[in-house]
């Protein structure tokens, strides 16, 4: 059974993306809101990890654009959503972890 | 979430994962109210310690200097409220310079196998960790 994963911190500040990511079995969803966007800018620590991870990553795009990151500083590999993507993500997986 | 998420009656499987310690914040002491409160639910109840989270459990705690309450006595009763699967992931310890020596000893009496003590703590590697997790229906993260 799979999960849907929300991480809202930013990398740089707290280590919940990188925990989140290593508990993610493969078919998970790991989705980045609020802060935790800045996890989605390419060429970093945290797109690192999550080009190695095995859980497909997603992005909120209104959180990106709240926070002035455009689009295409977004790693490859993490797909951008909106709310009604964040909305059908929570109804395709078993369970949402909400990481605090 | 799907559908036998929606039926009522049937027993499901919490998993709630502690990730912080116990004193710096609140975290902690909420998430132990919170699993005292559902265990009066009659559900499959787990508890995962996983990163910082493994700090709530270390043994000898004595918070009488610092003037809060020192709630790791708490845990001991968790089996009397039939919560008696404790996940510690190893390499959480490990990262943090402990042994599952330093941990309190977290007990509970199974009624299936006339009341023998048993323990409570399940040190687990991250990847059966992940397994566990995958069973779940509901998680909550603290």
């Known amino acids: ?100 | 979430m799907s559908e036998d998420m929606e039926d009522g009656g049937d027993i499901k499987k919490f998993m709630y994962m502690n990730r912080k310690a116990p004193y710096g914040t609140i975290y902690a002491l909420e998430a132990l109210e919170v699993v005292l409160i559902g265990a009066a639910f009659d559900q499959d109840v787990s508890l995962a310690f996983v990163d910082d989270g493994v700090f709530q459990l270390t043994k000898g705690q004595d918070t009488a200097g610092i003037g809060i309450k020192n709630f790791s006595p708490a845990f001991k009763a968790l089996g009397d409220y039939d919560v008696t699967k404790l996940y510690v992931e190893k390499e959480s310890l490990e990262e943090r310079g402990l042994t599952a020596d330093d941990l309190m000893d977290l007990v509970y009496e199974d009624e299936d196998d006339d009341w023998a003590e048993k323990p409570s703590i399940r040190l687990v590697s991250r990847d059966e960790l992940k397994t566990v997790l995958a069973e779940q229906d509901v998680i909550m993260s603290f």
């Open chain 1, 1 to 100: 059974m799979s999960i849907l994963h929300t991480v809202n911190k930013s990398p740089f500040q707290k280590n919940d993306l990188t925990s989140c990511l290593a508990h993610a079995n493969d078919d998970d969803a790991v989705l980045m809101i609020e802060d935790g966007v800045y996890g989605a800018i390419k060429g970093t620590q945290a797109a690192s990890q999550i080009a190695a991870a095995g859980a497909t990553v997603f992005v909120l795009g209104v959180d990106l654009a709240a926070r002035g990151i455009s689009e295409d500083k977004v790693a490859d590999g993490v797909s951008v959503v909106g709310y009604d993507g964040f909305v059908k993500l929570a109804a395709e997986h078993h369970a949402v972890n909400s990481w605090l």
